[in-house]
């Protein structure tokens, strides 16, 4: 949600800088600038929570200091809300320094939840969690895409950014529409040409712009609708965060080794198992790296600090690598793993992908032909 709303990003020179305005103790504004780094305890804690979880924490965590320093006198003596929390610091500025380390991610959850409660977030993430998930909070199939995505698509007060990631969403689970649809959806949602193009571009993924048939929609349904019993079921507490990665499943089915051989063949030799780190041939297996023991990498020094991150694991560890970009929801489904089954896994990719990110990488996607010519194009005539 932050690296969504608040404009941090995790590329470039100003790589997770949340950038912010505060007020001096004499009421004078300025804009303060703090990296969201691994060193943070407090970020390290709530970055993959939920926002509800993260505000619901930190107001734990507030309510402790007040309970423990009766000195702390805090006319409210309760915090409930993100604008108790704000009350309290402001209420206590002899505990600023012991407080610094909450002061910061107050003024984010502040920020996350004013910039989703402005405008039409709430109406916009409801019909992309139904799109993407098939389904409405209550179960049931989600029905009437364009009636509900038009009256946003044509609201001014959000930007074509959030359009364009609502029409892509909708034209992938939709499995494509009439071309003349399509082009009035795009009218409506007043996108410019390059994100028109961004949208046409899709074909290059795999997505079918163009109206599928019934056969087609029905056998793609009973396939996902497969997939989807294979994995664990679990509940969902929050109707705006139903949608889970496919690399959730994916990880789920490596853990148990039920992960497909067709889809995901060894490169080479025999396999070994990710839960034992047994070889499952019979034949006689090369050496593994899953079960050759720790490698030097991961062997602690002498005299090291034993911090007991070996004993919360059992089983190899798992490395998954996604070639193309790895998102922040992704990221987050591999730590909620790692400590649901205690097993170390470890997730890499070619660079991390925000939906602005996707959009910009989108549009600018070209197919081989479109290279051979421009090849052509760039020739002497004369030659």
């Excluded at 989703?116 to 895409?145: C, P, R, Y």
């Excluded at 001014?156 to 892509?168: F, G, M, N, Q, V």
Aim: glycine share 6%.
């Amino acid at each position: 949600m932050v690296y969504d709303l608040l404009g941090v990003s995790p590329h470039g020179t100003k790589h997770d800088q949340y950038e912010y305005e505060f007020k001096t103790t004499k009421g004078a504004k300025k804009q303060k600038a703090v990296l969201l780094s691994e060193s943070d305890p407090v970020w390290l804690t709530l970055r993959h929570q939920h926002i509800a979880e993260a505000i619901n924490w930190v107001i734990g965590e507030l309510n402790d200091f007040l309970k423990n320093n009766k000195a702390a006198n805090f006319a409210k003596h309760q915090v409930k809300s993100v604008q108790d929390m704000t009350d309290a610091l402001r209420a206590m500025p002899e505990y600023k320094e012991m407080l610094a380390k909450y002061e910061l991610h107050v003024l984010i959850a502040e920020a996350c939840m004013a910039r989703f409660n402005a405008g039409s977030m709430t109406d916009i993430a409801t019909v992309e969690q139904g799109l993407a998930t098939g389904e409405d909070a209550d179960g049931k199939t989600f029905k009437n895409a364009i009636t509900q995505i038009s009256p946003l698509l044509a609201d001014d007060t959000i930007s074509t950014t959030d359009k364009l990631r609502l029409l892509a969403t909708f034209l992938v689970a939709q499995e494509g529409v009439e071309e003349k649809t399509r082009g009035k959806l795009m009218d409506t949602a007043q996108l410019t040409p390059a994100q028109r193009s961004a949208l046409g571009n899709l074909t290059y993924l795999g997505v079918s712009l163009k109206k599928a048939s019934l056969k087609s929609k029905l056998a793609k349904k009973k396939k996902n609708k497969k997939k989807t019993t294979a994995g664990i079921e679990e509940d969902i507490p929050y109707e705006l965060s139903r949608f889970q990665p496919a690399l959730k499943d994916i990880i789920q089915q490596l853990a148990r080794d039920d992960l497909s051989d067709a889809q995901y063949p060894l490169m080479s030799g025999d396999g070994a198992s990710v839960s034992s780190g047994k070889s499952t041939s019979k034949k006689k297996a090369g050496t593994s790296l899953r079960s050759a023991g720790k490698p030097k990498w991961a062997k602690k020094k002498a005299g090291a600090k034993d911090t007991g991150d070996d004993e919360q694991f059992a089983g190899p560890r798992l490395i998954i690598f996604v070639a193309g970009g790895v998102t922040l929801s992704e990221m987050r489904v591999v730590y909620e793993l790692s400590a649901s089954l205690k097993r170390d896994i470890i997730i890499g990719s070619t660079h991390i992908l925000t939906p602005d990110a996707f959009a910009d990488s989108l549009a600018k996607l070209r197919s081989d032909d479109d290279d051979d010519d421009d090849d052509d194009d760039d020739s002497d005539p004369d030659d």
